[in-house]
């Protein structure tokens, strides 16, 4: 199964003992400490919408970043028939970590496997510890590099931050910080999350896929890419 595709929104969910009354001449502490309370917390808030939410200033990780793409847009994953983008070349995506470590998907020589993921889609958070599992058991692929984009990004829904949810899988594999727009899944056609697009040595496309994949199908495409 897959989670269809859609962009990050801004928008927030909407969501006694009887007793004497107190001398008028008593200053009324309890009331006076709420109310310094109340101000207190609504400082708090302010200051916090000064900063980005989609950067974690604390360790130094942005959620999202810069993208660059060279080369043609793919088109969209149908669902039904002949995938139009196999066997043509796959755009080259430049961007960066979360650590903002540089990080450019092309065309190298090497045959790669790519997979977009959005923190809050449920099918990404069943398919990533999979695969996570299966990298532990049996190590990187074989003549095959794996990189993954994180998409769909924003702070209003949940498992934020990407970072950190990826951290707690024990993810090992390289990822890219799309941007708020998320032009490094649009360039590559993504209809739905997750997903996944096989590249050849040659930088032609292979093969395309969307939703959960089991292991096997998550080997299948791996050879896809290595035979091209």
Same mark, same amino acid.
Request: net charge positive; glycine share 10%.
């Given at each position: 199964?897959?989670?269809?595709?859609?962009?990050?929104?801004?928008?927030?969910?909407?969501?006694?003992?009887?007793?004497?009354?107190?001398?008028?001449?008593?200053?009324?502490?309890?009331?006076?400490?709420?109310?310094?309370?109340?101000?207190?917390?609504?400082?708090?808030?302010?200051?916090?919408?000064?900063?980005?939410?989609?950067?974690?200033?604390?360790?130094?990780?942005?959620?999202?970043?810069?993208?660059?793409?060279?080369?043609?847009?793919?088109?969209?994953?149908?669902?039904?028939? &002949?995938?139009? +983008?196999? $066997?043509? =070349? #796959?755009?080259?995506?430049?961007? !960066?970590?979360?650590?903002?470590?540089? @990080?450019?998907?092309?065309?190298?020589?090497?045959?790669?496997?790519?997979?977009?993921?959005?923190?809050?889609?449920?099918?990404?958070?069943?398919?990533?510890?999979?695969?996570?599992?299966?990298?532990?058991?049996?190590?990187?692929?074989?003549?095959?590099?794996?990189?993954?984009?994180?998409?769909?990004?924003?702070?209003?829904?949940?498992?934020?931050?990407?970072?950190?949810?990826?951290?707690?899988?024990?993810?090992?594999?390289?990822?890219?910080?799309?941007?708020?727009?998320?032009? &490094?899944?649009? +360039?590559? $056609?993504? =209809? #739905?999350?997750?997903?996944?697009? !096989?590249?050849?040595?040659?930088?032609? @496309?292979?093969?395309?896929?969307?939703?959960?994949?089991?292991?096997?199908?998550?080997?299948?495409?791996?050879?896809?890419?290595?035979?091209?």
């Amino acid at each position: 199964m897959a989670t269809t595709k859609s962009r990050p929104s801004s928008s927030r969910p909407r969501g006694g003992s009887r007793g004497a009354p107190p001398p008028i001449h008593r200053t009324p502490v309890i009331g006076f400490a709420i109310g310094v309370v109340v101000v207190l917390a609504v400082v708090a808030v302010i200051a916090s919408r000064g900063t980005s939410p989609k950067t974690d200033a604390a360790r130094g990780l942005q959620q999202t970043g810069p993208v660059t793409i060279s080369g043609t847009p793919l088109p969209q994953l149908a669902g039904e028939g &002949a995938d139009p +983008a196999v $066997g043509a =070349p #796959a755009p080259q995506l430049r961007g !960066a970590t979360f650590a903002g470590r540089p @990080v450019s998907i092309g065309n190298d020589g090497r045959p790669k496997l790519v997979l977009f993921v959005a923190h809050w889609c449920p099918h990404c958070q069943r398919e990533v510890p999979l695969l996570a599992s299966w990298l532990r058991s049996n190590g990187k692929p074989s003549g095959v590099d794996l990189y993954a984009v994180a998409t769909g990004t924003t702070p209003d829904r949940p498992n934020y931050p990407p970072s950190a949810w990826l951290q707690r899988e024990g993810w090992t594999v390289t990822t890219m910080a799309d941007d708020d727009n998320q032009t &490094a899944a649009d +360039a590559f $056609g993504l =209809p #739905a999350y997750p997903f996944f697009v !096989a590249v050849d040595g040659s930088g032609k @496309v292979v093969a395309r896929a969307s939703g959960e994949l089991s292991i096997s199908s998550l080997e299948k495409l791996l050879d896809q890419a290595r035979q091209g």
